[in-house]
C-alpha cells in the first residue's frame, strides 16, 4: 500500500460535522454561538475567581481549573473548525494534527479527572461540614490540582506521540471535527491492535473509576439532602444536583463512546456528534450550572466589575 509523508510539511484534511450537515451555516452559526458563550462565561469566571480573594476557597479554585480546561479544550478546536468553514480550507498541518490531539486528551483528561475531585469536596461540604477545612486544607487542594494536570499532561504526550509515529496511508482525509485518536487511527497503515488496546485502558483509567466515584459522591449527597428539616433546602439541592449530573452524563457518556466502545460501534457522524458535544457543548454548560447561578460568584462579579472596569468607563 502506497504511504505517503508523514514529516512536519505534510497536511491532514479534517472533514468533520460541518461539512456532512444538512445546514452547515445554521451549524457554523450555533458552534460560533457555543464558543463565544464558553469562551465569555470561562474567562469571566477564570476572572471573578482570581480577583476575589473572597472565593479563594478549595470549590471555587477547583472551579477556576475547570474553566481554564474548558477555555484551553474548546479554543483548541472551535476557532480552527469555524475558520475552515468560511474559508473553505479544511487543511491542517501534520503537527498543527498533533498539536490539537496533544491539547484535546491532555484538557479532556484533566477535565475526567477534575470533576472527580470537585464531586468529591461538594460531597465534603455536605455531608461532613464541620471537617470541610480539614478534609480540603490546602495541600489537599494542591495535590488534586498537581496530580490532574500531571497525569493527564503525561499520558497525553504519551498516546499523542506514539499515534504520530504509525506510517499512515495515501488517503488524507479524517472525518471528524478535529485531530482525535479514534478518526486518526483509521488511516494509518500498520497493524494498531496493542495501540487500540492501549487507548481503551487509557479511556477506563479516566472515564470509569471518577465517574463511579462522581455517582458515589452525589448518591451520598442524595442521602444526606433527603433527611434536611428544610424542604426549600431539599428542592435547591436536589436542582443543583441533577443539573451537576446532567453536565457529567454528557460528557462522561460522550468519552465512553469515543474511547471505550469498540471501533465497530463507530461511525464518522456518529463520533462527530459526540465529539462536539463534549468539545462544545459541555465548556459551554459547566460555568452556566456550576457557578453563575450562584450568589456568591454574581456578588464577585459585580464587586470585579465595579471596581476595576465601571469606574474607568465612568472616567471617561
Known amino acids: 500500500m502506497e504511504l505517503w509523508n508523514t514529516t512536519l510539511g505534510s497536511s491532514f484534511i479534517l472533514v468533520g460535522i460541518l461539512n456532512d450537515s444538512r445546514f452547515p451555516e445554521l451549524l457554523c452559526a450555533t458552534?460560533?454561538?457555543?464558543?463565544?458563550?464558553a469562551l465569555t462565561s470561562n474567562g469571566l469566571l477564570v476572572l471573578v475567581i482570581t480577583m476575589d480573594m473572597r472565593l479563594h476557597v478549595p470549590m471555587y479554585l477547583l472551579l477556576r481549573q475547570l474553566s481554564l480546561i474548558d477555555l484551553l479544550l474548546t479554543s483548541s478546536i472551535a476557532p480552527k473548525a469555524i475558520t475552515d468553514f468560511l474559508r473553505g480550507d479544511n487543511?491542517?498541518?501534520?503537527?498543527g494534527c498533533a498539536l490539537q490531539m496533544l491539547l484535546e486528551l491532555i484538557m479532556g483528561g484533566a477535565e475526567a479527572l477534575l470533576l472527580s475531585f470537585m464531586s468529591y469536596d461538594r460531597y465534603v461540604a455536605i455531608c461532613h461540614p464541620l471537617n470541610y477545612m480539614i478534609f480540603m486544607r490546602p495541600i489537599v487542594l494542591w495535590l488534586m490540582v498537581t496530580t490532574t494536570w500531571i497525569i493527564s499532561s503525561v499520558s497525553g504526550l504519551g498516546y499523542t506521540m506514539y499515534i504520530m509515529h504509525f506510517p499512515f496511508c495515501k488517503g488524507r482525509e479524517i472525518k471528524h471535527l478535529l485531530c482525535e485518536i479514534p478518526p486518526v487511527l483509521k488511516l494509518a497503515c500498520a497493524d494498531t491492535s496493542r495501540f487500540e488496546?492501549?487507548?481503551y485502558t487509557m479511556g477506563v483509567i479516566f472515564l470509569i473509576p471518577p465517574l463511579s466515584a462522581i455517582l458515589v459522591s452525589y448518591a451520598l449527597i442524595l442521602f444526606t439532602v433527603l433527611h434536611m428539616p428544610s424542604k426549600e433546602g431539599r428542592k435547591?439541592?436536589?436542582?443543583?444536583?441533577?443539573?451537576?449530573?446532567?453536565?457529567?452524563?454528557?460528557y462522561y457518556g460522550s468519552g465512553i463512546?469515543?474511547?471505550?466502545?469498540?471501533?465497530?460501534?463507530?461511525?464518522?457522524?456518529?463520533?462527530?456528534?459526540?465529539?462536539?458535544?463534549?468539545?462544545?457543548?459541555?465548556?459551554?454548560?459547566?460555568?452556566?450550572?456550576y457557578s453563575l447561578r450562584n450568589k456568591e460568584v454574581m456578588g464577585a462579579l459585580r464587586r470585579v466589575l465595579g471596581k476595576y472596569i465601571l469606574p474607568s468607563h465612568s472616567s471617561v
Open 31 to 37: 458552534m460560533t454561538f457555543l464558543y463565544m458563550l
Open 91 to 95: 487543511t491542517i498541518s501534520f503537527g
Open 197 to 199: 488496546l492501549m487507548v
Open 236 to 250: 435547591k439541592a436536589l436542582v443543583t444536583c441533577s443539573s451537576h449530573l446532567t453536565v457529567v452524563g454528557l
Open 257 to 289: 463512546v469515543m474511547y471505550v466502545l469498540p471501533s465497530s460501534f463507530h461511525s464518522p457522524k456518529q463520533d462527530n456528534i459526540v465529539s462536539f458535544f463534549y468539545t462544545l457543548v459541555t465548556p459551554a454548560l459547566n460555568p452556566l450550572l
